[in-house]
């Protein structure tokens, strides 16, 4: 599969309220040519983390979708688990920020930030909640 039918694909998507953020974000940093990475690792509370990152090398096997310009970046062993997620940017009174919506979790913690799928178990502890 070619990088442009990857980008086509679109198997994760970034909601405009979240392409609005990263490109703020890219703004006040004065980053060009930048994408957001979108990633899991073992380790968190419910398996596995999510993470989230700038980055500016976006290499012919990563899975690409873009929003209104923001280039958003899945590796090809995360997309497994994330095939079909979501990336949002919420506002609360209390607290605002990235969230993941992933339909692959067949559980998560409280926190968000970690989830675990059907695909198998990356046990973590929730002292990782803070």
């Known amino acids: 599969m070619t990088l442009s039918e990857q980008t086509i694909a679109q198997p994760v998507i970034l ?6 953020a990263v490109r703020d974000v890219m703004n006040q940093k004065n980053l060009t040519g930048y994408a957001l990475r979108l990633f899991i690792s073992g380790g968190g509370c419910s398996g596995y983390q999510y993470g989230l990152t ?18 958003l970046v899945v590796d090809d062993v995360s997309i497994k688990y994330l095939q079909g997620a979501t990336v949002d940017y919420v506002e ?11 339909p692959n979790a067949v559980s ?3 926190c968000g930030q970690s989830s675990n799928s059907s695909e198998g178990d990356m046990s973590g502890s929730c002292s990782d909640c803070g």
């Open 108 to 110: 998560s913690c409280n």
């Open 92 to 102: 609360g009174m209390t607290n605002s920020g990235f969230k993941i919506i992933n």
């Open 15 to 20: 909601t405009h309220p979240a392409a609005d």
């Open 54 to 71: 700038l980055d500016s090398n976006i290499r012919s096997e990563d899975i690409v979708t873009e929003v209104d310009g923001i280039k």
